[in-house]
């Protein structure tokens, strides 16, 4: 299935962390937080101003993104869990 979000939004995949910390201990399923890291899937062709005009968005798909802990809507397309989110949810690029 084709998705592709509307106005100012990105789809995006969540990055896994690691399954053990420096240390080399393994932590359990139960007390991961979900990862604020993320891959950009789809991106929307941007907001307007009141003037009707179009602001580009500043990501692309592909970009590595830090993003806040609560944000975004959760989806399953194709058996795959993901998040909708505003751009101005991204707090920044991965470079």
Known sequence: MAFKPLHDRV???RI???DKTKGGLIIPDTAKEKPAEGEIISVGEGARKDSGELIKPSVKAGDKILFGKWSGTEVKLDGE???IMKESDILGIIA
């Open 11 to 13: 789809l995006v995949r």
């Open 16 to 18: 896994e962390g690691d």
């Open 81 to 83: 869990d993901l998040l």
